[in-house]
């Protein structure tokens, strides 16, 4: 699949691609879907650098896919679909909230930067936060 989850998601940020190879899951997110990535850009990585570099180390993989199933949801959710105050349930299990005002679209405290990227296995939404279970 030329243009699945992963290899759009290498190309907008090359740091969730890293964790994503790191953590195992790139055939799970290339598989057929349909995904709703909330996909941290690398600016929020970097806000959490230490982390991120401790969640990379090859003993810590269990906890850095529980991390990066969070940001993902089942099924394809374009903006259009979100509401206020709906609940999602991500992958990893957790829940996460949606809430929009005034046009902008949260995720959690992540504000959506870039919305409705599509991809040939579901649909990706560009966050500036990386969001923690």
């Given at each position: 699949?030329a243009?699945?989850?992963?290899?759009?998601?290498?190309?907008e940020s090359?740091?969730?691609?890293?964790?994503?190879?790191?953590?195992?899951l790139?055939?799970?997110?290339?598989?057929?879907?349909p995904?709703?990535?909330?996909a941290?850009n690398?600016?929020?990585?970097?806000d959490?650098?230490?982390?991120?570099?401790?969640l990379?180390?090859?003993?810590?993989?269990?906890?850095?896919?529980?991390v990066?199933?969070?940001h993902?949801?089942?099924?394809?959710?374009?903006?259009?679909?979100l509401?206020d105050?709906q609940?999602?349930?991500?992958?990893?299990?957790?829940?996460?909230?949606?809430s929009i005002?005034?046009?902008?679209?949260k995720i959690?405290?992540?504000?959506?930067?870039?919305?409705?990227?599509?991809?040939?296995n579901g649909?990706i939404?560009?966050?500036?936060?990386?969001?923690?279970?």
């Amino acid at each position: 699949m030329a243009n699945d989850i992963v290899t759009i998601a290498s190309t907008e940020s090359k740091t969730l691609a890293a964790a994503v190879t790191a953590a195992g899951l790139v055939e799970t997110l290339q598989s057929d879907g349909p995904f709703t990535v909330f996909a941290p850009n690398d600016a929020a990585f970097a806000d959490i650098q230490s982390s991120v570099d401790t969640l990379l180390k090859p003993e810590n993989k269990a906890d850095l896919a529980n991390v990066l199933t969070y940001h993902v949801v089942s099924g394809k959710a374009n903006a259009a679909d979100l509401t206020d105050g709906q609940e999602l349930t991500t992958v990893q299990g957790g829940k996460l909230q949606v809430s929009i005002k005034d046009g902008v679209v949260k995720i959690g405290n992540a504000t959506v930067t870039a919305a409705d990227i599509e991809a040939s296995n579901g649909v990706i939404h560009v966050i500036d936060t990386v969001l923690l279970p």
